[in-house]
């Protein structure tokens, strides 16, 4: 771990403007005997004064963060499913439609974007270092490479498999400090015409929605346009289109070209002067979520207090990395919330990290219902509440923080 005072993609200055405190790795879910070994980081946050970057003041050692074990599966989600598969579809129609198109994904995890191009006979790599995740994308029929994205493995690619017309990632670019690195592999390994399309949180929605537990130890950039803009124009990139997307609580899907072989979309316009309205680098607004945040904090464990002390029983829905910001920070243990259900078998079984509280298979909510669920997995309400709505109906609320702590 090591900690920065430099952006990581300019060098410029960082300001500190919110501080986390002592947070556990968000994945790694724990059994007792793991407890002595948990490994804690200070999670603090800054932004660049010369590129306005934002990021983790502190770099986390990326094996300790992707191997193996790594719980999050992709598919896990009817929705991201779909969502993954309407992307594919568009890139085949309009990106792959050459003689012999070839598609790179960075962090491809179990498949769920490559799964339709390689059904479609479109050649294709996933490169995904976590080996778990990786041999279920190779089990769909999809050609994986277990490894690490960067400069080194662009370079391999480019000689066993020539240029690439699209490389791809979603949710994973913002989870890589080493951005020189990958920026000179994507230019170098990416067709004169070709394009690198990336999908991540915004952090302008970040900002108007409080939705502070985006921010935790994997992701380590929290783009916008204006810095994706300066640090594509520092690897001779230019960001030719963006698109606001809904999923994981609100994304942006940027897309870079070689410099000068596209033309910019007027939606990167309109997108920068909306940020610029917003006043989304200037110090004052981060220090008014940094406000938000506290507030929340406040509010959330004052509810879950007086819901105990009233006797009713609040049961957590979904075990997200993000869920491992809130409870530690916020303080909040098995005392309050006694265990979390979540779809993923990896993380059944376990205690959420730092806070260690059991999370248990999706059939323990019903058995029987809370009175309250504390859905931790908010960016996915639509498709849980819908799943769930026996719960609404036996008279259970939801609990939600984002973008403050309401009841429904
Ligand atoms: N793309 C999937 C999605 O959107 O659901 C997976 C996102 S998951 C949050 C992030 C993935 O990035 C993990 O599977 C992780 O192993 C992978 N990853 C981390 N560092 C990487 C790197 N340098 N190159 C490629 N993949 C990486
Ligand atoms: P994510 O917010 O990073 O996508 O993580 C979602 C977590 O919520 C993941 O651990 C799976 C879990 N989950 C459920 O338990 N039930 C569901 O219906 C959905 C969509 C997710
Ligand atoms: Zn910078």
């Not at 070689?258 to 110090?283: C, F, I, Q, W, Y």
């Not at 609040?314 to 910001?325: D, E, L, N, R």
Request: glycine content about 6%; overall charge negative.
């Amino acid at each position: 771990m090591s900690s920065q005072s430099r952006c990581r993609v300019c060098a410029g200055p960082l300001a500190e403007f919110f501080d986390f405190g002592r947070q556990p790795l968000s994945d790694a879910f724990v059994r007792p005997e793991d407890f002595a070994d948990e490994f804690f980081v200070r999670l603090a946050v800054g932004i660049c004064e010369s590129c306005t970057m934002v990021q983790l003041m502190e770099e986390i050692p990326r094996d300790r963060m992707f191997h193996e074990d790594y719980p999050y599966v992709s598919s896990g989600s009817a929705v991201m499913r779909e969502h993954f598969e309407k992307l594919a579809r568009r890139l085949l129609a309009t990106e792959l439609t050459g003689d012999d198109p070839f598609v790179v994904e960075l962090g491809c995890n179990d498949g769920v974007m490559l799964k339709a191009i390689a059904e479609a006979g479109v050649r294709h790599l996933g490169v995904e270092p976590s080996g778990g995740v990786a041999a279920m994308a190779h089990a769909k029929g999809i050609r994986v490479r277990t490894s690490f994205f960067e400069e080194e493995t662009a370079r391999d690619i480019l000689a066993t498999d020539g240029r690439a017309d699209v490389i791809y990632a979603a949710n994973t670019l913002c989870h890589i400090p080493y951005m020189e690195s990958i920026l000179r592999g994507v230019t170098a390994l990416l067709a004169p015409t070709g394009v690198f399309v990336f999908e991540d949180p915004y952090f302008s929605e970040i900002v108007e929605r409080t939705s502070f537990d985006q921010i935790y130890d994997e992701h380590f950039y929290f783009f916008t346009v204006r810095s994706v803009q300066a640090m594509a124009a520092r690897f001779d990139l230019e960001l030719v289109d963006v698109e606001r997307l809904p999923v994981h609580g609100g994304e942006v899907r940027y897309t870079l070209a070689h410099a000068g072989a596209r033309t910019p979309s007027e939606a990167v316009a309109e997108l920068l002067e909306d940020e610029n309205k917003r006043n989304l680098a200037a110090m004052p607004t981060l220090k008014g979520f940094a406000r938000n945040v506290e507030r929340i904090r406040d509010d959330l464990t004052a509810l879950l207090r007086d819901l105990r002390n009233d006797g009713k029983r609040v049961v957590g829905y979904g075990a997200t990395a993000k869920s491992a910001t809130v409870t530690n920070y916020c303080g909040i243990g098995p005392d309050l919330v006694p265990f979390i259900c979540d779809t993923t078998v990896a993380k059944q079984g376990r205690l959420t990290p730092g806070s260690h509280i059991p999370v248990r298979e999706p059939a323990a909510f019903a058995d029987p219902y809370p009175d309250y669920a504390l859905l931790f997995a908010w960016n996915h309400a639509e498709e849980i509440m819908a799943k769930e709505r026996a719960f609404r109906e036996a008279g259970g609320r939801w609990i939600l923080y984002v973008p403050e702590v309401h009841v429904v």
